[in-house]
């Protein structure tokens, strides 16, 4: 038994997951799909006062992913350090 718990579900997790599906852009369409899920499902039970707070929640979201997007381009991660043993 691992002591953080939760770790080894979450590696398991990431290897796992095939390259392809660990970016940035399958992120945003996964989300946009759920969003998609979720508006279609308060369309069609939802009251207008309910769409409301979820638009507000909505739009929310969307500034902050535009926020993370334009940061994503403009300060790109940094380059993989590999340790090696050798001193810098």
């Given at each position: 038994m691992?002591?953080?718990?939760?770790?080894g579900f979450l590696t398991?997790?990431?290897r796992r997951t095939p390259a392809r599906m660990n970016t940035y852009t399958?992120?945003?369409?996964?989300?946009f799909v759920a969003w998609?899920?979720?508006w279609a499902i308060l369309a069609a039970t939802g009251k207008k006062v309910t769409l409301g707070y979820i638009f507000a929640i909505f739009f929310g979201w969307c500034i902050g992913w535009l926020s993370a997007t334009i940061a994503r381009a403009v300060y790109?991660?940094?380059k993989k350090v590999y340790l090696t043993g050798d001193p810098r």
């Open positions: 691992e002591a953080s718990g939760s770790s398991w997790i990431h399958a992120y945003s369409i996964g989300t998609a899920v979720i790109p991660p940094p």
